[in-house]
């Protein structure tokens, strides 16, 4: 990793990546709106590195050291005429990582998020520029391709920035950052984006419009810079300084206003969108009313659904570990039933093939029974936010049936329920598609080549 900054101080480049409190960040106006502050993930990279490279460049004087699980192993300086910055290289330790891989669409993903919140900053990814010109107007316009219903509506403040639209798909869909990172789970930013889009439509039309009906369809992005942010967890991935959240939903409600007088035909489209969300969300009352009280006829349980103790809801440490599997049939289902773990996995039966839900009216899909009791089993009939398991595995054999039954419920959550999907939230089980054993050993092969090695091999 290479940058043309202005490089780490030639006197300390060994203490900022080996020692713990060495933060340059909490004095300096530069860094007023970083994320981290102590360093911590730069030294945690070299504990955990076979190898770690750092190199500065500064004035024409370069600093370099080498480490290895941390410990230093040699350093050198000397004059450079290469351009002010840092180079940093590492080998994650095989140790430590027994298989490890990098994720080159993760990696890029990351990279053009930090183009986007930074316009006009080149990054060079394996020989590709990732550069943006408009900010996160251009992330809502790759997300976002087809289906739209208006163009996006774009606001960039001096510390606030976000862009939203709706689409003619269902559920809602957001990107949100905190100085530069993804905040995959949302928090105070988030919320407050969502709360003042519906002050400032209710605002503009004169309406008290329900904010379940304005958000059927938005995909969003919202980025804020701020002071000493405060995360709910050491990853990062949620914001929770409260005391933001009422400046930030004046100022997205100040904004919208703003635009949706300067707009007025997407201010038509958003309204009508928000008119049709509010009827058909009355109709599916109905429908869903209908399907529970079936239900219970029926039942008090959810049919074909083996639970767990735990669910996501509970507590963090368990809440994390939950997971439930989608498997085909109840003689699938026996097997994971009893090697599970009763505390953290559930598992559910599915009666053959489920509904292709494809340009399916959503009010026919509440009335279709497995996948009402599908939906019931998840907690997710009304929105995702109560989503019961952190982790929803497709457990479907590895044959041509197996792969549409995965397909058909891969359509049903990215067409209902996208953001279950977008949140990391959906998982595949692979399974073996052979089982090649002779009486010594049994080896299970993913594909036809495979087993053709299998077999030899057991010979």
Same mark, same amino acid.
């Given at each position: 990793v290479r940058d043309f900054g202005r490089g780490i101080p030639l006197g *300390?480049?060994? +203490?900022? $990546?080996? %020692?713990?409190?060495? /933060?340059? *960040?909490?004095? +300096?106006? $530069?860094? %007023?709106?970083?994320? /981290?502050?102590?360093?911590?993930?730069?030294?945690?990279?070299n504990a955990l590195s076979s190898h770690f490279l750092v190199r500065s460049h500064r004035e024409g004087k370069s600093m370099e050291a080498v480490f290895s699980q941390g410990k230093l192993i040699r350093e050198k300086s000397q004059k450079t005429s290469e351009p002010d910055g840092t180079y940093v290289e590492f080998i994650p330790d095989k140790e430590i990582f027994k298989k490890y891989r990098f994720e080159?669409?993760?990696?890029?993903?990351?990279?053009?998020?930090?183009?986007?919140?930074?316009?006009?900053?080149?990054?060079?990814y394996n020989g590709q520029d990732i550069y943006?010109?408009?900010?996160?107007?251009?992330?809502?316009?790759?997300?976002?391709?087809?289906?739209r219903l208006y163009e996006p509506l774009y606001y960039r403040g001096k510390l606030l920035e976000f862009a939203f639209l709706h689409t003619q798909s269902y559920g809602e869909s957001y990107f949100s950052f905190v100085n530069g990172q993804y905040t995959s789970d949302g928090g105070t930013h988030l919320?407050?984006?969502?709360?003042?889009?519906?002050?400032?439509?209710?605002?503009?039309?004169?309406?008290?419009?329900?904010?379940v009906d304005l958000r059927e369809g938005i995909v969003g992005t919202v980025a804020v810079r701020i002071k000493d942010p405060v995360f709910e967890s050491q990853t990062?991935?949620?914001?929770?300084?409260?005391?933001?959240?009422?400046?930030?939903?004046?100022?997205?409600k100040d904004a919208v206003v703003n635009m949706l007088y300067k707009n007025p035909s997407t201010a038509n489209s958003i309204i009508e969108r928000i008119?049709?969300?509010?009827?058909?969300?009355?109709?599916?009352?109905?429908?869903?009313?209908?399907?529970?009280?079936?239900?219970?006829?029926?039942?008090?349980?959810?049919?074909?659904?083996?639970?767990?103790?735990?669910h996501a809801q509970d507590k963090a440490d368990v809440g994390e570990k939950t997971m439930i599997f989608l498997t085909e049939g109840d003689s699938a289902s026996a097997s994971i039933v009893a090697s599970r773990d009763p505390l953290t996995q559930a598992v559910f039966s599915l009666r053959g093939k489920p509904l292709n839900v494809h340009g399916m009216k959503i009010d026919q899909l509440y009335k279709n029974e497995e996948m009402f009791n599908l939906m019931s089993a998840?907690?997710?009939?009304?929105?995702?936010?109560?989503?019961?398991y952190q982790k929803v595995i497709l457990a479907t054999d590895a044959d041509v049936d197996g792969m549409h039954i995965r397909n058909l419920l891969i359509t049903f959550f990215l067409t209902y329920f996208e953001g279950l999907v977008l949140n990391g939230h959906l998982f595949i089980l692979e399974t073996p598609l052979f089982k090649v054993r002779n009486r010594e050993k049994t080896l299970y092969c993913y594909s036809e080549e495979e087993r053709d090695k299998a077999i030899k091999q057991l010979k």
């Open positions: *300390k480049v060994i +203490d900022c $990546v080996s %020692q713990i409190n060495t /933060g340059a *960040k909490y004095n +300096d106006d $530069v860094f %007023q709106f970083s994320v /981290g502050l102590n360093g911590v993930g730069t030294k945690a990279v080159p669409e993760y990696i890029q993903k990351r990279l053009w998020h930090y183009a986007y919140l930074n316009t006009g900053l080149i990054l060079e943006s010109e408009n900010g996160l107007l251009d992330l809502l316009n790759e997300e976002v391709t087809e289906d919320s407050a984006f969502r709360e003042g889009i519906l002050k400032g439509v209710n605002e503009y039309s004169k309406k008290n419009f329900q904010g990062k991935n949620k914001l929770g300084n409260t005391e933001l959240r009422g400046p930030l939903v004046q100022e997205v008119v049709f969300n509010e009827k058909l969300r009355k109709e599916l009352a109905a429908v869903k009313k209908e399907a529970k009280e079936k239900q219970k006829k029926i039942s008090f349980k959810i049919p074909k659904l083996r639970d767990c103790k735990y998840l907690n997710i009939e009304d929105d995702i936010e109560n989503l019961r």
